[in-house]
């Protein structure tokens, strides 16, 4: 254990191109936080400063001196300073004000309902709708709005999707047919319809299906910022899969080529820490035991990131916050101790970097997507992502695995159409483009856990994707092998 302590001392002294001596090595391994100490030493260290002697350090911890002054936070290479701000409405922290009342879940849906609706009846060709109390009064096709309540298959295999809106329910008939038999349709999803009530009985027969969905025609206009966001997610801190030699690969990649990549964001999408009792018999799989354990020592793994670069935070289903979504950020006793460059937000969040809107999302709610709709899969987790974009909500299902709480306002709907989107979770790694906008699945530093193989889960850890903010180009930096 002594010999571990040591060796990751030297492994972080090594990290800055720094030779410890002997004597110095013992007087840092005898403090009695030593990685905390070695941390803040080292950062102080002179960019050319190489052999680090007993009676620097002596100095140093006696505060008679430093070996250097402290490192600087600069701007990147292309004289930018840093130009990043959370998107006011789009955060939960210290908004919340559900209680689980009636009024909490009627005004929770009519959020949803009136956010949707509104882009919806910004389509072309989609002219104004009619309450669906009122649909019985004309004796032509008309629009509706409504929030699909059940799907059915009939015998003869044809659907029958039941809406409802603030006035009234109505049973959509889709002939099996149709055109619109091989939509896709999910409970509480908000959607348009034009048809036409039938002469007899309460069936509305669909002609045309419209969903919130991203402009057709939106394209990435190129801007002139030459930054890159990254995005680490999933790292799983406390885990006895912590990929940590990867890490390690990755953080020194990183302090090396950061100004020459002009890499100026760093996005960590939730699951930062493995924490506790988050699926059955997880202790087995964990080297720190304690939550607040793991989070110290994240936060002496986030220090060694550039002290340049702002960093936004936000919690997943393993962190120490509340299950159900939209999550606070991490309250302040673990919160406390990270190094200023670290923003702390909930979950989902968005935020505007460089005129460039990103939103992040932990991506619990792919399970009930993937449950809940037969072609998706854990595989393609971009092809959920799709699906959430095609419905402007990252999770409609209410009432499935992943819980929701009723707020006032659904934070899960996408109100404005982002340029990046990206999402963790399931460890996947890859990226798509869907109208103009980078979607991204942000890999792991994880590698397969037992309770993985039991469900043939299969990983693709230590991949960082970027994205320049610029041109919008994508790249997934491997640090695997």
């Not at 003869?156 to 809406?163: F, I, K, P």
């Not at 002009?262 to 999408?269: A, K, Q, R, S, W």
């Not at 402007?392 to 989107?421: C, S």
């Amino acid at each position: 254990m002594v010999q571990d302590m040591k060796d990751e001392i030297l492994s972080a002294a090594a990290r800055r191109d720094l030779f410890l001596s002997p004597e110095a090595l013992e007087i840092l391994d005898s403090n009695d936080y030593p990685m905390e100490f070695v941390n803040t030493a080292l950062n102080a260290l002179a960019k050319d400063a190489m052999f680090v002697t007993k009676e620097q350090v002596i100095d140093f911890l006696g505060g008679d001196g430093r070996v250097m002054e402290p490192l600087k936070a600069e701007p990147p290479k292309n004289g930018r300073r840093p130009d990043i701000e959370i998107v006011p409405g789009s955060d939960i922290t210290g908004h919340s004000t559900c209680e689980g009342k009636m009024a909490d879940f009627i005004a929770y849906f009519r959020s949803r309902y009136g956010m949707l609706k509104k882009i919806i009846c910004s389509k072309k060709g989609f002219s104004a709708p009619v309450p669906i109390e009122r649909i019985g009064n004309f004796g032509h096709p008309v629009n509706i709005v409504g929030m699909v309540y059940e799907v059915r298959t009939t015998k003869a295999g044809h659907l029958v999707v039941t809406v409802e809106d603030d006035t009234g329910t109505c049973p959509v008939f889709v002939n099996k047919d149709g055109p619109l038999i091989d939509e896709t349709f999910v409970t509480d999803e908000v959607i348009g319809i034009t048809g036409e009530k039938a002469a007899r009985g309460d069936l509305f027969y669909a002609e045309a299906i419209y969903r919130p969905d991203i402009p057709q025609k939106r394209a990435w206009v190129p801007s002139d910022s030459s930054a890159s966001v990254a995005f680490i997610s999933d790292i799983h801190v406390g885990s006895r899969e912590f990929l940590k030699p990867q890490w390690e690969k990755m953080i020194s990649w990183m302090r090396t080529n950061h100004e020459k990549e002009n890499i100026g964001y760093i996005i960590l999408p939730g699951d930062v820490v493995d924490g506790i009792g988050a699926y059955p018999d997880q202790e087995k799989d964990l080297e720190i035991m304690d939550i607040y354990e793991q989070y110290d020592t994240l936060k002496e793994y986030l220090k060694e990131l550039p002290d340049s670069i702002p960093v936004v935070l936000h919690p997943g289903n393993h962190d120490a916050c509340r299950l159900a979504e939209p999550q606070p950020a991490l309250s302040e006793k673990f919160a406390k101790g990270f190094d200023s460059n670290i923003l702390m937000v909930g979950n989902p969040i968005n935020v505007r970097i460089e005129g460039r809107l990103v939103e992040s999302y932990h991506g619990k709610s792919i399970d009930d997507w993937i449950s809940g709709v037969r072609q998706l899969t854990y595989e393609d987790p971009l092809a959920t992502m799709r699906a959430m974009a095609e419905r402007r909500h990252l999770a409609p299902m209410y009432g499935q695995r992943n819980a929701l709480a009723p707020e006032k306002k659904d934070y899960l709907v996408m109100e404005e159409v982002p340029d990046i989107f990206v999402t963790g979770h399931v460890h996947g790694a890859g990226y798509m483009e869907y109208r103009g906008v980078r979607m991204i699945n942000a890999s792991t530093w994880q590698a397969q856990t037992d309770y993985q193989k039991m469900h043939n889960f299969n990983p693709n850890p230590g991949i960082m994707p970027l994205v320049n903010l610029g041109t919008g180009r994508v790249s997934m930096k491997n640090f695997v092998g």
